[in-house]
């Protein structure tokens, strides 16, 4: 068994707390460059996800504005085919006014016409 008055002398020895002194400074060393590089990472990870961040958000405004432009040319030609329609409408109600307007002229015709053939039927004796 060592005595115990030369391991007091040993740890009492400046050798000793200088080794200790420099396995701690190595040490605090070591965790502060750790630190350092765990920080390093996060910011560059925290850097990646916000560049994915604003990617994905140029994205769906990119595929948004797509959609308005879509959206506002389907609108346009919406517009121009109900104008035509009614258009269209229009001209059928004022070919139906017309031939409206013929055939009471016609059954106005017709009218007369039967009245002269039952007066000259009158007239000639013929019923």
Known sequence: MPDMTA???????????????IFLFLAAAAGVWLYKKL??????????????HEKRERDLLEINLDY???????????????????????????????VQGILSALELSVKEARLEITYLKKGTGHE
């Not at 920080?39 to 994915?52: G, V, Y």
């Open 68 to 98: 308005r432009k879509e959206s506002q040319e389907r609108e346009k030609k919406l517009l121009e085919h109900l104008e035509k329609t009614t258009q269209a409408q229009t001209e059928m109600s004022r070919t139906i006014e017309k």
């Open 39 to 52: 920080l390093k990472e996060n910011d560059e990870r925290e850097q990646k996800i916000i560049e994915m």
């Open 7 to 21: 391991v007091q002398r040993v740890a009492e020895s400046q050798y000793v707390f200088g080794i200790l002194f």
